[in-house]
Structures are given as structure tokens and as C-alpha cells.
């Protein structure tokens, strides 16, 4: 399916309704934005990985960790949380 969409002055992009319900896409819905061969591609943020983003912010934040070192973090503690 291919569509044409007009960037507004706020650089915000609408997305054609029936490609959204193909997609199982709503409101509120993350992506990710990537730039790949000179083209957007879109992606669906998988929700653990949001849990996840807010544990490497914290942790990093308190223990005065790289962003790196804090995902590293981060992952062994999900790993712990979910065995």
C-alpha cells in the first residue's frame, strides 16, 4: 500500500486511516523512527520496552552511570525480574 502524506509545520505526519487499522495501530501507540537507506521506517515500540527505558533513566540517574553501563543494568535486572 502506498500513500502520499504532507509534513506539517510542526513536522508531524498523518498516517492514512486504513493503513493504521491494517496495522493495529491507535492513539498513543509508540514507534520507532529509523532512517534507513534514505527512507522512514516505522516501527511499533514493544511496551516492555518502555518499562525498560525508564529503568535505565533511574538507574543511571542515581548511580551516576553511563547511559551504556545503565542499559546493562537495566537488562540484567529485567532478566532477574522475569526468571
Same mark, same amino acid.
Given at each position: 500500500?502506498? #500513500?502520499?502524506?504532507? &509534513?506539517?509545520? *510542526?513536522?508531524?505526519?498523518? +498516517?492514512?486511516? %486504513?493503513?493504521?487499522? !491494517? +496495522?493495529?495501530? #491507535?492513539?498513543?501507540?509508540?514507534?520507532?523512527? *529509523?532512517?534507513?537507506?534514505? #527512507?522512514?521506517?516505522?516501527? %511499533?515500540?514493544? #511496551?516492555?520496552? &518502555?518499562? !525498560?527505558?525508564? &529503568?535505565?533513566?533511574?538507574?543511571? %540517574?542515581? *548511580?551516576?552511570?553511563?547511559?551504556?553501563?545503565? *542499559?546493562?543494568?537495566?537488562?540484567?535486572?529485567?532478566?532477574?525480574?522475569?526468571?
Amino acid at each position: 500500500m502506498t #500513500s502520499i502524506v504532507t &509534513i506539517t509545520s *510542526k513536522n508531524q505526519v498523518t +498516517l492514512p486511516a %486504513k493503513l493504521t487499522r !491494517l +496495522l493495529g495501530l #491507535s492513539t498513543g501507540i509508540r514507534l520507532f523512527v *529509523k532512517l534507513e537507506d534514505n #527512507s522512514l521506517k516505522l516501527e %511499533k515500540v514493544p #511496551s516492555g520496552f &518502555i518499562d !525498560l527505558q525508564g &529503568i535505565v533513566q533511574k538507574t543511571a %540517574k542515581s *548511580k551516576h552511570l553511563t547511559v551504556e553501563q545503565a *542499559k546493562i543494568k537495566a537488562m540484567r535486572v529485567e532478566a532477574a525480574r522475569l526468571m
